[in-house]
């Protein structure tokens, strides 16, 4: 059974850091690409951040682009997201997802929360 | 990159069916058949019902459908039930500097 396990959400002030983790299991993990997805409460969905099974290759949302880094150990099957200069407009649910299009895996979300 | 243009809301009465659309360019929805629509209950997850434009993952009912028509998807749900009230989000592939992105999202009554 595939098992994403989101962790790492906190509330931190605006200009701070943060490093979002994601736990994977069930599923060959280098084999599949990664994603990040974020959800502001009542708001809709924002894809945030990709990255290829071998971690070469990486992708931003222009939002986030130079302030957030995507990472992966295959090792751990683990994924990651750095987040640093965070702003308010950052506050959401984060996701950890399977795949890039088409996501038919998702973890549980952790709940980053940017305010003073 | 704005994100694809979903109506806010539909509605339907059950057995009925309802037609969502998402609206993009042609750098995204027009340009690549990698148009994906997601169903989110609330609190949950986001939840996977077609891919590929057209293509339902194994498990989801044959009520949901998908299509395209030059800038535009659609996803079709026929004989409404209760339980497909929810909010509906539309993705797309992108060749903009963001790989991939959502419709703002509809929420969808079932008066």
């Known amino acids: 059974e595939v098992q994403l396990l989101d962790s790492g959400g906190d509330l931190v002030q605006p200009g701070g850091s943060l490093r979002l983790s994601c736990a994977a299991s069930?599923?060959?993990?280098?084999?599949?690409?990664m994603s990040w997805v974020r959800q502001a409460p009542g708001k809709g969905l924002e894809w945030v951040s990709g990255?290829?099974?071998?971690?070469?290759?990486?992708y931003y949302a222009d939002s986030v682009k130079g302030r957030f880094t995507i990472s992966r150990d295959n090792s751990k099957n683990t994924l990651y997201l750095q987040m640093n200069s965070l702003r308010a407009e950052d506050t959401a649910i984060y996701y950890c997802?399977?795949?890039?299009?088409?996501?038919?895996?998702w973890g549980q979300g952790t709940l980053v929360t940017v305010s003073s | 990159q704005s994100a694809l243009t979903q109506p806010a809301s539909v509605s339907g009465s059950p057995g009925q069916s309802i037609t969502i659309s998402c609206t993009g360019t042609?750098?995204?929805?027009?340009?690549?058949?990698?148009v994906s629509w997601y169903q989110q209950h609330p609190d949950k997850a986001p939840k996977l019902i077609i891919y590929?434009?057209?293509t339902r993952p194994s498990g989801v009912s044959n009520r949901f459908s998908g299509s395209k028509s030059g800038n535009t998807a659609s996803l079709t749900i026929s004989g409404l039930q209760a339980e497909d009230e929810a909010d509906y989000y539309c993705?797309?592939?992108?060749?903009?500097?963001?790989?991939?992105?959502f419709g703002g999202g509809t929420k969808l009554a079932v008066l």
């Open positions: 993705s797309s592939y992108s060749t903009s500097s963001t790989l991939e992105i």
């Open positions: 069930g599923f060959t993990f280098s084999n599949y690409a």
């Open positions: 590929d434009v057209n």
């Open positions: 042609n750098s995204d929805v027009g340009g690549y058949d990698y």
């Open positions: 997802a399977i795949g890039i299009q088409g996501i038919n895996d």
């Open positions: 990255i290829r099974g071998s971690g070469s290759t990486t």
